[in-house]
């Protein structure tokens, strides 16, 4: 891998999905392959598009800055709010919601940075294409896969 000269930010990058923004500090090309660094911001009452997953081969790590997410981490709902951390670990079903009445922003680490820019780009654009609904089931689970994730089984029927 060719050496990189260090800098501020090098990744530097903001992917839009929706209403929510990712911005990308730091990818795996910058590390050395071990860990992906971005800023999540999602607005007051959103939630999160795509659906549960689970992070098969890294740990999700998540630091508040702004605002709250809910996380529900394998059924737990865990609020996480400025200067909170939580890690995620892999396997866990997991996903996000902003309940609050004020946007959220937190910092969030992959390690190993298995997941990176190409998953949040691919993804807007499964997520674009639905307009507005649920995105198509087998096309996120694509993208998904490639990149190091499984999608959670669809909520049973009530």
């Known amino acids: 891998m060719e050496q990189r000269a260090s800098r501020v930010n090098p990744s530097e990058e903001t992917i839009k999905i929706g209403p929510l923004g990712i911005r990308f500090l730091l990818t795996g090309d910058d590390s050395n392959g071990k860990a992906s660094v971005f800023e999540v911001r999602v607005p007051a009452g959103e939630k ?38 939580l890690c995620i670990p ?29 998953y949040f780009r691919e993804a807007a654009e499964v997520i674009g294409a639905a307009g507005g609904g649920p995105p198509d089931r087998a096309k996120m689970m694509d993208v998904f896969r490639r990149h190091g994730m499984t999608m959670a089984a669809p909520p049973p029927a009530k």
Do not use: C
């Open 48 to 85: 999160l598009a795509a659906p549960a997953h689970k992070n098969d081969a890294y740990e999700e790590i998540l630091y508040g800055i702004e605002g709250v997410l809910t996380w529900t981490v394998d059924g737990m709902p865990i609020e996480v709010g400025p200067g909170q951390a």
């Open 90 to 118: 892999r396997g866990a079903v997991h996903r996000f919601d902003n309940f609050g009445s004020a946007d959220a922003k937190q910092l969030a680490v992959i390690t190993p940075a298995i997941m990176g820019p190409a």
